[in-house]
């Protein structure tokens, strides 16, 4: 399947999933609810890395780019509107990430979607904590758990690959102007941003490695915790994270 194709697809599944909940506002904010706390743990969980250091920069962008609460309509409605262009304007190891970018954010939506719905069936009377894993073991789907963070980390090797492209970085810089006429600025951002945080990673190769080696790490054993864990004390543990009482 082409690639632009791809992209259309996955940009499909988030519209169907946001008018699903446009009829549903109790499941909407159910979604944003998950969102949040989702977006907090990850702050929680690479507060180290983001006080400072060579990490600093990259968890911020993960936070910011994959982890984030924030609505990605405008760069989903960007890549649904020019998906062929993204074939023609850029080289095809950017083109990969665009569609790994995509899908990542589709898979997302799909399970934020399915976390919702166990939210609310949940007593909202336990922490929000004890909730998201109340919600968490009831929405299940290990597989694609796992399958989101292999992209996820498989984004930030591409990443990492694109700093080592010859005259990438200043391809992109001439590309702005062009990017920005087709429609594609919210992923030229994107890319510019990725490209320099990799770049400026201390280490280079070796310092990437280091950094999405922490990030599957720390996120396997959350998966792990999650599934596996005493239902109490991985909602303690989870708690703690997000800095709330258990």
Same mark, same amino acid.
């Given at each position: 399947?082409?690639?632009? $194709?791809?992209?259309?697809?996955?940009?499909? *599944?988030?519209?169907?999933?946001?008018?699903?909940?446009?009829?549903?506002?109790?499941?909407?904010?159910?979604?944003?609810?998950?969102?949040?706390?989702?977006?907090?743990?990850?702050?929680?969980?690479?507060?180290?890395?983001?006080r400072g250091g060579p990490y600093a920069a990259a968890a911020r962008f993960f936070?910011?780019?994959?982890?984030?609460?924030?609505?990605?309509?405008?760069?989903?409605?960007?890549?649904?509107?020019?998906?062929?262009?993204?074939?023609? &304007?850029?080289?095809?190891?950017?083109?990969?990430?665009?569609?790994?970018?995509?899908?990542?954010?589709?898979?997302?939506?799909?399970?934020?979607?399915?976390?919702?719905?166990?939210?609310?069936?949940?007593?909202? @009377?336990?922490?929000?904590?004890?909730?998201?894993?109340?919600?968490? *073991?009831?929405?299940?789907? *290990?597989?694609? %758990?796992?399958? $989101?963070?292999?992209?996820?980390?498989?984004?930030?090797?591409?990443? @990492? %690959?694109?700093?080592?492209?010859?005259?990438?970085?200043?391809?992109? %810089?001439?590309?702005?102007?062009?990017?920005?006429?087709?429609?594609?600025?919210?992923?030229?951002?994107?890319?510019?941003?990725?490209?320099?945080?990799? @770049?400026?990673? @201390?280490?280079?190769?070796?310092?990437?490695?280091? &950094?999405l080696g922490t990030i599957s790490a720390r996120e396997s054993a959350l998966l792990?915790?999650?599934?596996?864990?005493?239902?109490?004390?991985?909602?303690?543990?989870?708690?703690?994270?997000?800095?709330?009482?258990?």
């Amino acid at each position: 399947m082409e690639a632009a $194709q791809k992209i259309r697809n996955a940009v499909a *599944r988030v519209s169907l999933l946001r008018h699903a909940g446009d009829r549903e506002p109790a499941l909407s904010e159910a979604v944003v609810q998950v969102k949040r706390l989702q977006a907090k743990r990850f702050s929680g969980t690479y507060a180290d890395l983001m006080r400072g250091g060579p990490y600093a920069a990259a968890a911020r962008f993960f936070l910011d780019e994959l982890y984030s609460d924030k609505d990605y309509a405008q760069r989903n409605a960007q890549f649904a509107r020019i998906a062929g262009a993204i074939e023609r &304007f850029f080289p095809a190891q950017v083109v990969q990430t665009a569609v790994a970018l995509a899908e990542l954010h589709a898979m997302t939506e799909e399970l934020d979607h399915a976390m919702g719905m166990a939210w609310l069936a949940v007593d909202p @009377a336990q922490s929000p904590a004890g909730r998201y894993v109340a919600a968490w *073991r009831a929405t299940g789907r *290990r597989a694609e %758990r796992e399958g $989101q963070l292999k992209v996820v980390l498989e984004i930030g090797e591409q990443m @990492a %690959r694109l700093t080592r492209t010859p005259g990438l970085r200043m391809m992109l %810089r001439m590309m702005r102007g062009p990017a920005s006429a087709a429609g594609l600025g919210s992923l030229q951002r994107f890319l510019e941003t990725g490209f320099d945080t990799f @770049a400026a990673m @201390a280490g280079g190769r070796q310092g990437a490695a280091q &950094f999405l080696g922490t990030i599957s790490a720390r996120e396997s054993a959350l998966l792990q915790s999650l599934f596996d864990a005493d239902l109490v004390a991985c909602g303690t543990e989870l708690a703690g994270t997000l800095g709330q009482a258990p």
